[in-house]
């Protein structure tokens, strides 16, 4: 029998270029049971993660935490949100570097319910072109940040991807813990 998501870490290696060179043995089952079939192993080794990340404040967040991994030779943890239509799903995204540059990152399902419902926002009547935190799944509404407990509709749905300023913190916060952990490398 096959393991279900919740039994999966789905992990790639990226080298030092950043391409994935390799895929965890779950792979393939986790894009398609994520309706991703263009995701498949086959069709992503060899490529730039970067293709594959959507927004450049995700792609900047993403960057700068390979970027600390690799020059404090640390790992990064933080956790993140990926819901579906029907189920709030929360996730650990654990980056580990190598000595060659390379990087191991693993996405594990921490948490998994079904959401509070199935009720949809038809429309955000003052704001129209929202944005969702990649991280968090908060929606952008005007100047505000919020966690809905509906989903708009697919018409209404966030039209683009960013970090919201309190995912970013949380990230600046590790990065910083990283910085400030005392090294065992010996300095010549
Ligand atoms: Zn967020």
């Known amino acids: 029998m096959e393991a279900g998501l919740e039994d999966i870490t789905n992990s ?4 030092e270029e950043d391409r994935i060179v390799s895929v965890g ?11 991703a079939p263009e995701s498949v192993a086959d069709k992503v080794l060899g490529r730039e993660i970067w293709d594959f990340i959507e927004g450049h404040q995700t792609r900047d967040y993403l960057f700068g ?14 956790l993140y949100r990926c819901d579906t239509p029907d189920l709030y ?14 990087l191991t990152v693993d996405h594990a399902l921490i948490e998994k319910r079904q959401s509070a419902g199935i009720r949809r926002i ?4 003052d704001h129209h072109d929202t944005t969702r935190c990649s991280i968090c799944c908060a929606f952008q509404i005007g100047g505000k940040w919020i966690d ?28 910083d813990r990283i910085k400030a952990k005392p090294k065992l490398r010996s300095v010549n």
């Open 65 to 78: 935490i390979f970027h600390v991994c690799r020059i404090e030779y640390e790992e990064f943890s933080a």
């Open 89 to 102: 799903r929360l996730f650990r995204l654990i980056v580990k570097p190598h000595a060659s540059g390379m």
């Open 12 to 15: 790639y290696t990226l080298n």
């Open 122 to 125: 038809a429309a955000f009547p």
């Open 148 to 175: 809905l407990e509906v989903r708009p509709e697919p018409g209404n749905f966030a039209k683009s991807y960013s970090i919201c300023p309190k995912c970013q913190k949380t990230a600046q916060q590790e990065i």
């Open 25 to 35: 043995p779950h792979w393939d089952q986790y894009a398609m049971e994520e309706d």
